[in-house]
């Protein structure tokens, strides 16, 4: 399992779209309170693994559990609706020449 992706400038306008407020140093910050508060009981979970939706039902039932403070809930599903909607880099057509 990779660990999970660190946030770039180019996902901070995406994360906009939902999060108005978004920002690289939340998004940054999302990822290190994902790290270390949801890794105890189970392995980190991919963001793509779930649609930006299902993050938002999952993280609060996950956020009692892992007794989050609302303002850390919000910077994991910032990090994680994000990230799962991250367009994938095609390696083949990366390999590609135009034409
Ligand atoms: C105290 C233990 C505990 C902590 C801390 C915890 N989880 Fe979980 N999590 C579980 C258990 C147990 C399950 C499986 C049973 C269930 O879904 O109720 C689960 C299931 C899940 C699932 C669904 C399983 C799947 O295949 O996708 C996701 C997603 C998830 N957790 C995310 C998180 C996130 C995000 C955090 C941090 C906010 C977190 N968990 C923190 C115990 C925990």
């Known amino acids: 399992m990779p660990p999970p992706a660190v946030p770039a400038p180019e996902d901070v306008s995406r994360a906009q779209e939902r999060f108005p407020g978004a920002t690289l140093e939340k998004l940054a910050l999302g990822r290190e309170t994902y790290l270390t508060?949801?890794?105890?009981?189970?392995?980190?979970?991919p963001a793509r693994k779930h649609t930006p939706e299902e993050w938002a039902k999952t993280i609060p039932e996950m956020a009692?559990?892992?007794?989050?403070t609302p303002e850390q809930q919000e910077l994991i599903l910032t990090y994680l609706a994000t990230m799962?909607?991250?367009?994938?880099?095609?390696?083949?057509?990366a390999g590609r020449t135009p034409g």
């Open 37 to 45: 508060n949801c890794s105890g009981c189970h392995h980190l979970y």
């Open 64 to 68: 009692k559990r892992a007794k989050l």
């Open 84 to 93: 799962s909607t991250r367009p994938r880099t095609d390696p083949v057509a």
